[in-house]
């Protein structure tokens, strides 16, 4: 029985191929974005489905110049289907340090993003932790409005809302 296939073309904002860019399903399947900014995925289960496009931080690997992006799309049980063109903004990078109520720095902690405006996290694969001295850069975050949100063991969840994220900004 045929599985179905994604395939989908990859540029910059300026329509400018790229390459290089991890492509992944969510439970599914991951690829890279080839020279001409074109990838498929194969073996991909039917229905529905959200395709994540990634930078630095996407499953570890890639260029933290372009965002991470995701969409929905449905997929065939047989068959394949062509979404057509993702195009990637560029990219803001957020820095911080996570610190207990002493101002003692946090080490391990988990950082997520989330969408101020929404309250959805940007997505389940994108993360920074903290070093030793509390400090962390989150990169590849799409230009907007988040609210950073902290976990680390034996601590509350801490939320510092609003962050702005300017794409080429710190």
Known sequence: KPLAGISIYVGAASDTPTAGIEMAMRRSVAVRTDASGKFKLNHVRPGRCRVVAGAGDLLGGGTSEYGVASFPIVVPAVGSVDAG????????????QLVDTNGKPVAQGSIFLRDAATGTYLEEWTSASSDESGEFEYAGVPEGSWDVVARAPGFATAVTRGVAARPGGV
């Open 85 to 96: 063109t993702l195009s990637l903004a560029p990219a803001a990078r957020i820095r911080g």
